[in-house]
């Protein structure tokens, strides 16, 4: 996650005027470890192809809770830019192996297969491993999140 911004403002602020019906709570994604990373799955994003997202449970905590369904997000890419803002349709807490292929389509990276999406998350867990000084392993707990993009409208799924 990464801090609200004047631009993340603006974006909800423009949301919310056609949302009014919306409360006022949102947070800010920037996916991955770094910028290049945050603006490959933000174009997945916007492109409609990425409608999921996983993270260790170990990541969130008292100033980050979970995420719950219903809850929105809006999507920065590497250099902060907002490009869309989600809503969360479902979050389950199992271990990493634990990912079906339905999940790992909808994370709509690489091929899409849950075998890419074990590669790629493991490479990505392990590096998150050393700089956090935990050991990691396939039963690590994990978040995974399913959402929706509703912001803005020539983006927003239909």
Do not use: I, N
């Not at 056609?18 to 994003?45: H, I, K, S, T």
């Amino acid at each position: 996650m990464s801090g609200k911004t004047p631009r993340t403002e603006e974006m909800w602020r423009a949301f919310r005027a056609a949302r009014p019906e919306v409360d006022d709570r949102y947070d800010v994604v920037a996916f991955g470890d770094g910028p290049g990373m945050a603006d490959e799955l933000a174009d997945l994003v916007v492109a409609g192809v990425k409608r999921a997202t996983a993270g260790s449970l170990r990541s969130y905590g008292p100033d980050e809770p979970l995420p719950r369904p219903g809850d929105h997000a809006v999507v920065v890419d590497g250099g902060g830019t907002p490009r869309c803002v989600w809503r969360t349709t479902q979050v389950q807490v199992k271990p990493l192996a634990d990912v079906d292929d339905r999940f790992a389509w909808d994370e709509g990276e690489g091929d899409r297969s849950r075998d890419y999406w074990l590669a790629a998350h493991r490479r990505f867990f392990a590096r998150e491993a050393q700089r956090e000084g935990y050991e990691f392993d396939d039963s690590m707990q994990t978040v995974f999140e399913r959402f929706t993009v509703v912001w803005p409208p020539d983006v927003a799924d239909a």
